[in-house]
């Protein structure tokens, strides 16, 4: 593992999953026709998927917030990891826009008119407002999370918006605003089951990680996971000689 995932594992104590790897790894197996860049990322998101959401102790994780700890588009990560958790479970999936401050998910949200609104019969409000994506997984973007409540994220109406969402979905990943400069993130880490950070390769600051652990412990939210994303640093050359 490479010195700065090891120094976030130290400061975080939980897995680091990386989104891409290192570009001197990329086309060094590229060169030998062994590199497919595409396996090797849903890979990555099925492991974090399994670790994060199906282990069940100490209780089982069904809404689970991933917030950056800086500015940073997430977006993406968090639609293929409800792609990828659709696909490993018989239940529902949502993929929810819980940040005022993201650019949502209408670039990374798949081909044009894969999605529908969803009029089931028998559903809450939700279900029945969210984009479908496939079978079992849908998407909530910002103003169908907000409803009627405007641009207010109060603890007491967070915590009814979520119980709605238990109640119509079995899992739930919600996407926060950056947890470095933003409280909703932590509360909503208080609320639901537990959050994954993300951090950003060559960017993202070992006291910054810090602080934003101390904060999550702070409001007794779990910290689930780590996702180390646009990792660009080469292998150790040890390795390589052994390929």
């Given at each position: ?95 929810v826009e819980a940040s005022l401050r993201a650019q949502g998910f209408g670039k990374v949200s798949g081909k044009k008119g894969s999605e ?128």
């Amino acid at each position: 593992m490479s010195t700065l995932a090891d120094s976030l594992h130290q400061t975080l104590g939980r897995g680091i999953f990386e989104t891409r790897p290192a570009e001197q790894e990329r086309s060094f197996i590229q060169e030998r026709g062994l590199w497919d860049p595409a396996r090797f990322a849903e890979e990555q998101i099925r492991n974090l998927v399994r670790q994060v959401f199906f282990p069940g102790w100490p209780k089982p994780a069904r809404q689970v917030v991933f917030s950056a700890v800086e500015p940073m588009e997430i977006a993406g990560i968090c639609l293929q990891v409800g792609q990828a958790l659709s696909a490993q479970t018989p239940g529902t999936v949502c993929v929810v826009e819980a940040s005022l401050r993201a650019q949502g998910f209408g670039k990374v949200s798949g081909k044009k008119g894969s999605e529908r609104v969803c009029s089931q019969n028998g559903f809450g409000s939700l279900r029945n407002s969210a984009r479908q994506m496939d079978n079992k997984l849908w998407r909530v973007p910002i103003d169908v999370f907000l409803g009627e409540n405007g641009n207010v994220l109060s603890t007491e109406w967070l915590c009814g918006r979520l119980k709605e969402l238990r109640l119509e979905f079995d899992y739930t990943v919600l996407h926060a605003p950056p947890a470095g400069l933003y409280s909703e993130a932590a509360l909503l880490g208080h609320l639901s089951d537990g959050v994954v950070l993300v951090l950003e390769a060559n960017s993202t600051r070992r006291v910054a990680a810090q602080k934003v652990k101390q904060m999550l412990q702070a409001t007794n939210a779990r910290l689930l996971g780590t996702v180390l994303n646009q990792r660009t640093f080469p292998i150790p050359q040890g390795i390589y000689n052994k390929l």
